[in-house]
């Protein structure tokens, strides 16, 4: 009990940690967000409120993905999901607040982590998604990939949503509302088969004509759509199926 309280009385003091360190590599992301966000709610110290907000959006990373109406509208869906753990005291000024602190960081991670070479061919697209897929999965995944104007990745995939073992929901502006989010020139989306075959369906082809007309009106060009599987990939530009080539 006496070490208990001795941690929760440490942890509630985040900036003195910080300070006291030197650096705020010490502090749990829950502890980070407490001291941006500075103050609770009535009934939910700084820190509660911290931690759950993070489980909102299901952890630090997809959390610092949000701009100001996705940050909206996670929070008012969670309170109806969870009315015992509400996130409550988060009005429009801490969400501005928020969805700043946000940005630059992503602006950071994007300056830092862009790599020299340019994305030249789908095979290179598909190594970059592979990356991101787990050995063995067995849901569909959907991910975006944000370009600069030389087919550079201003970013890792992005993980759009999870599906099911034979399917994935997906709407445009789901995609696209990541490229606006990275400023990107361009985008390249991917999707896993857990059975093992590369080839399209029906639904693919359909959603794969629905992005690049959606990426047509907002000048954000659709290069590829990839099918990736743990051995292979099929691209669309490769086969002809987009007027753009990756």
């Not at 309280?5 to 910080?18: C, G, L, N, T």
């Not at 009934?43 to 997809?62: H, K, N």
């Not at 969870?82 to 992503?106: D, H, N, S, W, Y």
Request: hydrophobic share 45%; with cysteine.
């Amino acid at each position: 009990m006496g070490n208990d309280f001795k941690a929760r009385a440490v942890e509630s003091k985040p900036r003195e940690r910080i300070e006291q360190a030197g650096t705020a590599s010490v502090a749990s992301g829950a502890e980070l967000l407490a001291v941006i966000l500075k103050t609770g709610s009535a009934g939910c110290d700084v820190m509660e409120l911290s931690r759950r907000l993070i489980d909102a959006f299901g952890g630090v990373e997809t959390l610092v993905k949000t701009d100001f109406n996705a940050l909206k509208s996670g929070i008012a869906a969670h309170n109806l999901r969870c009315p015992e753990r509400k996130i409550l005291g988060l009005g429009r000024v801490k969400i501005l607040e928020l969805t700043a602190a946000f940005e630059l960081a992503r602006r950071g991670y994007a300056a830092r982590q862009t790599p020299v070479s340019a994305v030249a061919s789908s095979a290179d697209a598909a190594g970059l998604f592979r990356r991101m897929l787990p050995a063995g999965e067995r849901q569909e995944k959907f991910w975006a990939l944000p370009l600069d104007a030389k087919r550079r990745p201003l970013s890792e995939p992005q993980l759009i949503a999870v599906g099911t073992v034979n399917g994935v929901g997906i709407h445009p502006r789901d995609v696209f509302s990541i490229a606006v989010r990275w400023n990107a020139h361009s985008i390249v989306v991917a999707h896993n088969h857990p059975s093992g075959s590369s080839l399209p369906s029906k639904r693919d082809v359909d959603l794969t004509w629905g992005l690049y007309g959606a990426g047509k009106m907002m000048g954000i060009a659709l290069v590829d759509h990839i099918i990736i599987t743990e051995q292979s990939h099929y691209s669309f530009a490769d086969n002809g199926r987009l007027c753009n080539k990756v």
